[in-house]
């Protein structure tokens, strides 16, 4: 009994405390914890020390309820745009689908933030459905405007240059440097893979000139030479079943088979660095915008 009678007690002056700090003090105690956590979290956003303020804003987050403030939003704001900073796009998007529409500014940006988690990713396909399916639910004009840009600049990187300049020139974007890289993905020829295989199977190495790989094309085309001369001398000391010819043309079967193959990797080098090149120059593009 008398256990059971210090705990009621015990209760009693906790409770008595709390209202007494909130009535004269004029201050909600938890509300303290709130603004502690809330601006060291802030602080610690601005000093780029991501992985701290999502601690911080967390905690924040949990005494807000209780404080009686409003800024859930702003909070989810930081910790999903402090989750993209390290790279964690899943719970980053978790965070920033709890934002309301009422503050329209701040719920276009993370719209377009949760968009930008798509592309970060590579998964352009499902950045195109995201930024179609909102295209026309931002009441922000410069959010919805640089949601049409990363719909834009999906397209491009799955190289729909087609698709790509019709979005820009039905949102009167035309002015953007997406256009200009749209027309040069457009505009370059990709190197045919069989094509190089064939060359360098007719003439070794020209399937490298052909892929403006200079250096390696003159290597194929000298080594290949100099082991079809061996294997002719050899033949013709010692027949097809002599040990020279038998060495020789062994080592020239497989290099005019690595010329080949290298050939047609060439060629898709070659393609791929022209569009990483552009692709490259998209994604920094996207990066400028918050």
């Known amino acids: 009994m008398k256990i059971l009678n210090l705990i009621r007690i015990s209760l009693i002056i906790v409770i ?32 780029n020390d991501y992985k701290r303020a ?13 404080a009686g403030f409003n800024k859930a939003d702003s909070i989810n704001y930081l910790i999903g745009i402090s989750y993209s900073k390290v790279a964690d796009y899943g719970l980053s ?30 998964n352009f396909d499902s950045a195109i459905l ?21 719909l834009a600049s999906s397209y491009l990187m799955l190289n729909k240059t087609e698709l790509a ?11 953007s440097r997406l256009l200009k890289y749209s027309t040069e993905i457009e505009n370059f020829k990709p190197k045919n893979p069989f094509l190089a295989g064939a060359l360098s199977a007719i003439v ?3 399937g490298k000139f052909y892929t403006k790989n200079i250096g390696h094309g ?16 050899e033949y013709n000391r010692g027949g097809v079943s002599s040990t020279g010819f038998i060495i ?43």
């Open 165 to 175: 300049s019709r979005v820009l020139y039905n949102a009167d974007l035309s002015s």
């Open 16 to 47: 008595l405390s709390f209202f007494c700090s909130y009535h004269l003090i004029g201050q909600n105690p938890m509300s303290k914890y709130f603004q502690s956590y809330y601006g060291f979290g802030k602080s610690l956003y601005s000093e």
């Open 218 to 233: 003159l290597m194929a085309l000298f080594l290949n030479g100099l082991l079809a001369y061996r294997t002719v001398i």
């Open 54 to 66: 999502i601690g911080q804003l967390k905690n924040a987050l949990y005494f807000h309820d209780f």
């Open 93 to 122: 998007s978790r965070y920033l689908a709890l934002i309301s529409k009422q503050d329209s500014i701040l719920y276009g940006k993370a719209v377009f933030q949760s968009g930008k988690n798509y592309f970060l990713i590579n």
């Open 248 to 290: 020789f043309g062994t080592i020239f079967l497989i290099t005019y088979t690595a010329n080949i193959i290298g050939s047609i990797f060439s060629a898709k080098q070659y393609n791929r660095r022209h569009y990483n090149a552009i692709h490259s120059k998209v994604t920094d593009f996207i990066y400028e915008f918050d």
């Open 204 to 206: 070794p190495g020209s």
């Open 130 to 150: 995201y930024c179609e399916s909102f295209s026309d639910k931002l009441s922000s004009k410069k959010y919805s405007q640089n949601l049409t840009l990363l």
